[in-house]
């Protein structure tokens, strides 16, 4: 079995991969103290879903510290990538929920989003997907990473895509200005969440399509895109007291 080698050029990842954990970690203990202080449901299920996706990086950034210390991409690397975005579709999943849950809407969608969801993540752990693989693995083999990459990112789209639509509905009707910018904040972070998949896409694009090594100027591009959806969220969900200060004094 052959490894494909790591490139020094992959380490600024780490950079994003540091600032996310840190950041994903500190708002998940502060959705925690404010599920405590209120015990509202809501506060629970977005504590769940930074917790998740706090753990979908944690497991990025150990497969990619495998490849950085080995020099090459090896089991654990191979085993983050479809670990890391199964984590991302329960995040999704339960976001959704959360989304549906404040704003009463499009509560029937969810077991059929679950049920995809389920379908989703035994794809992508299906031996075909050949993840982190030198092409030379797989050459003249059945290959359906870019078809796993199409589903996984149209899935999360679904899910994205119907929060906006239910932020912007709500925010419409909203008589509380705080509440109108929040459900703002939201729709806007769900915008960045759009452009990070399409970043992820066109990268999965270079390396099955132009041979590309991975890891393009896209995933670098994409990480900022994720790290514009922490904040926005943050923002828009916890909404700290000097903003809430603010918005009333507009």
Not at 25 to 34: D, R
Not at 125 to 145: H, S, V
Not at 172 to 192: F, H, N, P, Q
Request: charged fraction near 15%.
């Amino acid at each position: 079995m052959t490894y494909s080698s790591f490139d020094n050029r992959v380490l600024p990842i780490f950079g994003f991969y540091f600032v996310l954990i840190i950041f994903g970690i500190f708002v998940t203990f502060k959705l925690i103290k404010k599920y405590k202080e209120r015990k509202q449901d809501a506060a629970l299920h977005l504590t769940i879903v930074y917790a998740i996706f706090t753990t979908a990086i944690i497991v990025l950034a150990i497969g990619l510290a495998e490849a950085a210390i080995t020099g090459y991409y090896k089991e654990i690397y191979r085993f983050s990538l479809p670990l890391a975005y199964s984590l991302v579709v329960l995040a999704d999943i339960f976001l959704f929920y959360f989304a549906s849950n404040i704003t009463e809407r499009w509560k029937k969608a969810f077991l059929p989003l679950v049920l995809c969801g389920l379908g989703l993540i035994i794809i992508l752990f299906l031996p075909w997907n050949w993840w982190g693989y030198p092409r030379a693995e797989y050459r003249d083999k059945l290959n359906i990473r870019l078809y796993t990459n199409i589903a996984f990112i149209s899935y999360s789209y679904l899910i994205y895509i119907s929060i906006a639509i239910i932020c912007q509905k709500t925010r419409i009707r909203a008589e509380d200005k705080i509440t109108r910018v929040g459900l703002t904040l939201l729709l806007y972070s769900m915008i960045a969440m759009i452009l990070f998949f399409v970043m992820i896409l066109l990268d999965n694009i270079m390396i099955v399509v132009y041979n590309h090594p991975g890891y393009s100027e896209f995933q670098f591009a994409a990480w900022i895109f994720a790290l514009i959806f922490v904040i926005l969220t943050y923002f828009s969900l916890v909404m700290p007291e000097w903003l809430i200060k603010r918005i009333k004094e507009e």
